[in-house]
């Protein structure tokens, strides 16, 4: 199966600059996802890549993606306190479904 | 209507009692799927529903029953749980089975079994 791994915890001060990374051991996901879950409520996709590409920026998200270290970042730029939340990376199983597998979630806290 | 509705948002039962989960989209979204979400762990998979059959199982005891009664709705029937069972419930739906696009989720149910 898919091991996922992402740090559990990142502080960042609001207006700075947040960087979440995510790892991950099978590159077979055609695509890879980051959700966004708000405290007791259910996951909000937020953006997510191609996996032949580098990198895709939306607005203050930016998705970098390198396939040779297996490593997924999402850096949100000029962070709102209403971008505490945990964060998932998340990519698609190859077995014929291509359902979802998350990683293992990092909590974002904003400091005001 | 770009939302999945799930309902109730709060549940607390006892470990003899029968009650269920219910999700509905109005997303024309073919794919429905339950996950279950411990706390401080990511969702894991349990059903998936494909054009209102189950296509997917994934070894889930028999206490938890899926039905899929129509495109709409999605319904999961609880009995005899466990209190190891008591998780955040969340229901997804796609436009078909493993659609690139991602899932839309609801905002869970939150299960109690005491």
């Known amino acids: 199966g898919e091991d996922v791994e992402q740090s559990l915890f990142l502080s960042v001060r609001e207006g700075d600059s947040s960087v979440i990374n995510c790892t991950y051991t099978d590159s077979s996901s055609t695509y890879l996802y980051w959700y966004k879950q708000e405290p007791g409520a259910g996951l909000q996709l937020l953006t997510y890549i191609f996996s032949n590409m580098d990198m895709k920026q939306d607005q203050r998200l930016t998705v970098l993606l390198n396939k040779k270290d297996k490593h997924l970042s999402l850096r949100i730029a000029d962070t709102q306190t209403g971008d505490s939340a945990i964060y998932f990376c998340?990519?698609?199983?190859?077995?014929?479904?291509?359902?979802?597998?998350f990683g293992t979630g990092t909590r974002l806290t904003v400091i005001p | 209507d770009t939302e999945v509705t799930q309902t109730p948002k709060h549940l607390v039962m006892g470990m003899t009692n029968k009650k269920s989960l219910k999700c509905e989209q109005h997303m024309g979204h073919r794919a429905m799927y339950w996950y279950k979400q411990k706390a401080k762990k990511p969702p894991e998979l349990m059903f998936v529903?494909?054009?209102?059959?189950?296509?997917i199982n994934e070894s889930v005891p028999s206490r938890f029953s899926p039905e899929c009664p129509n495109s709409s709705l999605l319904n999961l029937h609880l009995h005899a749980l466990q209190p190891e069972d008591s998780a955040l419930y969340l229901c997804?739906?796609?436009?078909?089975?493993?659609?690139?696009?991602?899932?839309?989720f609801g905002s869970g149910t939150r299960l109690t079994v005491v």
């Open positions: 998340a990519g698609a199983d190859q077995t014929g479904a291509n359902n979802l597998f």
């Open positions: 997804a739906s796609s436009q078909a089975a493993g659609d690139p696009f991602g899932y839309t």
């Open positions: 529903y494909s054009y209102e059959k189950l296509s």
